[in-house]
């Protein structure tokens, strides 16, 4: 079985450009959540989607990041304009409510860079 | 809110033992999970704990009490590739979500030597 998709897994970019990164969840899964991972903060979460409907978009930083899941296999994560402070790798994971424990599958990631 | 507390590093040789522990803060709780994560990669999910007590799963074995709001890892025979990072994850409520959502601490750094 495929494991949760991720894409691009590197992108490099420059400040203000748009950068979209794109997210196809597991198969029957039914959660998705975006984190984001750096060195000072680790890993937060921010925003998730149950039956492709946002939930909790608390910790989107601010107006330049916006979230869609359009149908139940993708979903996508935009950054428009892009700053060096948005520098971070970009984690989708999916998990389904009949699950075990609410265990996330997390993708490979996407390592952002904005110069 | 949610916190959560775990030391940033541990080191150990190949065939010791090593707990890392875990405490957090929360104001709704479903249980606490552990996610390995090696460099360059993704977390991936090794344990949960919703009752007190110790789960073991091969080498790992992970511990609960949620009186104390406490947990710990506990890695047996260790092996180099067990180097990586550690996180525990609280989940809790939110926002009427069946499963809630997940709060992660900020992982231990585990390295193992020959």
């Known amino acids: 079985d495929a494991g949760v998709i991720q894409s691009p897994r590197h992108e490099v970019t420059e400040m203000g450009q748009e950068v979209t990164l794109r997210c196809k969840p597991i198969s029957g899964h039914d959660y998705l959540f975006w984190y984001r991972q750096t060195m000072m903060r680790g890993l937060e979460l921010l925003i998730y989607?149950?039956?492709?409907?946002?939930?909790?978009d608390s910790g989107m930083p601010e107006d330049r990041f916006s979230a869609k899941m359009p149908n139940a296999s993708f979903s996508t994560l935009k950054i428009q304009p892009s700053e060096p402070r948005d520098s971070a790798v970009y984690f989708c994971?999916?998990?389904?409510?009949?699950?075990?424990?609410?265990?996330?599958?997390f993708g490979p990631g996407t390592r952002l860079t904005v110069l | 809110g949610q916190s959560l507390e775990q030391p940033s590093e541990v080191t150990a040789v190949e065939g010791a033992i090593v707990q890392i522990n875990c405490t957090y803060q929360t104001s709704g709780f479903y249980g606490l999970s552990w996610y390995q994560q090696h460099d360059g990669g993704a977390p991936t999910f090794l344990s949960y704990n919703a009752l007190d007590g110790l789960e073991e799963t091969g080498r790992f074995s992970s511990f609960l009490s949620r009186s104390d709001s406490y947990g710990y890892l506990l890695l047996q025979e260790l092996q180099m590739k067990d180097s990586a990072s550690y996180f525990c994850a609280v989940s809790g409520p939110d926002r009427g979500s069946t499963l809630g959502r997940l709060y992660f601490g900020r992982g231990t750094q585990l390295t193992v030597w020959p």
């Open positions: 989607f149950n039956n492709n409907v946002p939930i909790d």
């Open positions: 994971a999916s998990t389904r409510t009949s699950g075990k424990y609410n265990e996330q599958f």
